[in-house]
């Protein structure tokens, strides 16, 4: 949609894709086709300044071929046509070597073109289409879907009137969720008591009746100690489990093992504390947990924790309830491009089927955390060239490992918008248009039954040689002699194919407006005709998506596949409780990559404006930590691990729990994965421990 301004300005209407909210704003665009404001949006920084990102002088803009060695930064421009015939060549090459599963796709950030790069893996034959949710997500949404049949609604800006009680399980809404100070978990609201478990007091714990600030990784024993109680009590709705639970009565003599004292020394937390906080959310009806979608998975044993966690919904009827937690579900989606299904029938195991299959299984990808394993060791399959977009090697945990990794491919080819320390390992770097100069249609499943769907179209032409990224996989696709299958190379008419899922109206209004439009799922229809107004729990029609068609307390699949059926609790691999013989060189617990509205991840930290607002890498530390290390504010200070060294600045708060420092992620010069632990991941996802491990904080004298 477009519309005059002034004689020589146009305003068009369009969407931000700085992180994946996708929010709606205005560009104005002057008479050289420069974008010179931008309106409408949040009180958000990223999308604000979007355009210093836009007119980088450092973004990346024409094409590069590697000529110094690896990791050098030594590159000169090539033309479109050379890069994509190298890229052409190597991937035939390495296919007609080794294999072509042997070939790799990897999509980070951005998230746009994940239809057409996985439908370059599997056209070309290669099942290992990777993803950055082999961190991240995902196994939050296997847990729920292996223990409920579907996915649990996480944190959203969707508010419920009714709910009365509200129990935010380590997400801080001014620091992750858009509209930041306008979520409706960023203020007190009249009649809902607020529950908050954060091992830091962060703004959104400030505003809590009660805090249970635990030990990062105690999130099972905490659950685990919740269900102790609400049985001990009788406040469990029983009627409900009688008719709907799978297991429970293993998994109530398992809990018998959480009893609240213990459960207090293990978190960290008071007794006292516990037990209040328990009978609030338990005999406060409706009651919601708001969680995150990677805090209570990124430990390594976050899928189970996840699990015992996301029970405290069933065993207070809670679960898809108005008011409670409610479920994820089928609403009118795109019509698949993806060729998955080729993968699953036709195409060799993915990478993780071997040793992450439950995962695998719910997840339609292969588990990139394993890939310097599959590239410098050849297990559990052997990685020799690889095609990423938004690569970069600080979202492994023991990133140099993976920077290693990335060097020793024969071939890496990357697309991207600016130079990171995976595109300096690459042979052919590509230059990523960004959302304003891009087309893109968007479907979210949003909150529960109600989704959006929205189609962007490009605002700006490409600052120099740019192209979207899914228009590079479709010309890829047409150079390896699969024209037909990619459109002839027609990025458009490749949207255009997956939009036919959609009802035309539906499709027809996304065209054309910007803003998009709500899709709502049938089952409200069918729930309407069968009496029920309040249009939820939709089990009522379908049961539990399950192994047994009930709630899993005690999984039967994690059973056939030798995993504990019940969500046991283990201490994190790397603990004060696990590893004691540790503690002297590594007392403190490191915990990281808390959320600022500031940056998305690594994004955003080249631009000036930016870090005026937060200039450095910063560790935080409880001002008791500190003064027994000598360590004052702003201090340079070296935080080390096992795996290595990294420096940051201290700052010292006591919104941090004594004994545990809280480290920000994304910083290239001071990455906090280089300290993290890359042989501990979690035995069912598959995700590393980033929120739970060891570490000593050490004051350096000289500035940094
Ligand atoms: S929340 Fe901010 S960065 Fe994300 S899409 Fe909206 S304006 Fe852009």
Redesign the pocket.
Known sequence: MTAPAHTDTVVKST?????????L?DVTIDASGRAIKVEG??N?????L?LERQYHPDRLLYPLKRVGVKGSGEFERISWEEALDTITAALQKTKAQYGAPTVGFFAGYTKEARPQLQRLAHAFGSPNYLTESGCCFSATMVAEKLTYGYKLKTTSTVESPKTQCVLVWSTNATGSI???ENHHLASRKKGRKMIVVDPRRTETAELADIHLQIRPGTDGALALGFHHLIFANGWQDQAFLDEWANGLDAFRDYIQEFPPARVAAICGISEADLRAAVEMFATTSPAQIAMSPTSTVQHSNGFQNHRAMILLSAVTGNIDREGGNRFFNDKVLPKPIELFDVCKNELPPRIGDEVFPIWTKYWPAAQSMLMPDCILEGKPQPLKALLAMGINTAMWANSKRMERALGELEFFAVSDFFHNPATLQADIVLPAATSLERTALIAYPGCAYQGEVKYRHQALPPRGEAKPDGQIFLELGVKLGMAEQFWHGNLAASWEEMGEGLPPDIRKEAWENPAGVTVYSPVIEELVEMGFLDADRQWRINGFRTATGKIEFDSVELKAHGYDGLPTYREPAESPLSTPELLADYPLVLTSGGRQ?FF?HSQQHNIPAMLAHDPYPRVQIHPDDAAARGIAEGDAVEIRSRRGAVTFRAAVTDMMKPGVVHCFHGWNEANINELTDDTQLDPISGFPPFKSLLCQVTRIQENV
């Open positions: 969407t931000c894709y700085e992180c994946d909210a996708n929010c704003f949006l949040p958000c920084p990223r999308g604000q979007q858009p509209p930041f509205k998305t």
